[in-house]
């Protein structure tokens, strides 16, 4: 008799170790907490966006370790082993996005794993200060200064993230014909002149 209730337990306990779930709600709702606790619920509203799927890995009884995506509505299958929720940060300038990712990532029991990354997001975003970006028009005119080549077609600037130098960027573009150009990156806070380059540009098919 002993012996039939300690075989219950221990598969009782089995069970229930491969059977606990978590909802794509309770998930989400612990991320947003974490990523407005690190960032504020300002710039979480203003410029993050988040991924529809929740990516997971789990583990079936005698299985090797599987992976799954919880949609709104789902559950996790199995024993959970990790999930990991994207989140975008972008700003728009002129026009111009740019989106730079980050996650949260939690263990089996949604405890934090890693601390998501927020050192892409400029200093007076985060806290809330005049933060002066400038426009597309006054980087091209920075570098039309900076050029060494004439310009004999329509300039063209990009923003984006240098993740390199943790900057936002624009890169102007002096077109110079047969796949050749200059290009300028200035800081999109400083104006500063950040990179020259000048060369033919590869294009693979």
Same mark, same amino acid.
């Given at each position: ?5 300690i ?5 009782g306990v089995?069970?229930?170790s491969?059977s606990q779930?978590? /909802? #794509? %709600? ?11 606790a ?14 529809? @799927?929740?990516r #997971?890995?789990? $583990?079936?009884?005698?299985?090797t ?14 024993k959970?082993i990790?999930?990991q929720? =994207?989140?975008?940060? /972008?700003?728009?300038v002129?026009?111009?996005?740019t ?5 949260? $990532?939690? %263990? ?15 200093? +007076? =975003?985060? @806290?809330n200060? /005049? +933060?002066?970006?400038?426009? &597309? ?6 570098? $039309?200064v /900076?050029?060494? @080549?004439? =310009?004999? $077609?329509p ?7 240098l ?12 077109d110079?014909?047969? %796949?050749a150009? @200059? %290009? ?8 500063e002149?950040?990179?020259?380059? &000048? ?7």
């Amino acid at each position: 008799m002993q012996r039939l209730l300690i075989i219950f337990v221990l598969f009782g306990v089995t069970k229930f170790s491969f059977s606990q779930s978590y /909802s #794509y %709600d309770y998930i989400i709702q612990r991320a947003d907490s974490i990523m407005v606790a690190k960032v504020g619920l300002q710039v979480f509203k203003n410029n993050y966006t988040q991924d529809s @799927e929740i990516r #997971y890995s789990y $583990k079936k009884r005698r299985k090797t370790m599987l992976f799954g995506k919880l949609k709104r509505g789902d559950t996790t299958r199995g024993k959970l082993i990790d999930a990991q929720i =994207i989140y975008v940060f /972008s700003l728009n300038v002129d026009n111009s996005f740019t989106p730079t990712l980050t996650y949260v $990532k939690f %263990d089996s029991s949604l405890n934090l794993q890693l601390t998501p990354k927020t050192d892409f997001i400029p200093k +007076c =975003i985060l @806290e809330n200060t /005049s +933060c002066i970006i400038i426009f &597309k028009q006054k980087a091209i005119d920075i570098a $039309k200064v /900076s050029f060494k @080549e004439k =310009i004999s $077609k329509p300039i063209s600037a990009h923003f984006g993230y240098l993740a390199s130098a943790n900057k936002y960027i624009w890169t102007v573009i002096n077109d110079l014909g047969n %796949d050749a150009s @200059e %290009d300028i990156r200035i800081d999109a806070l400083t104006g500063e002149v950040v990179d020259y380059y &000048k060369g033919t540009h590869v294009i693979v098919n």
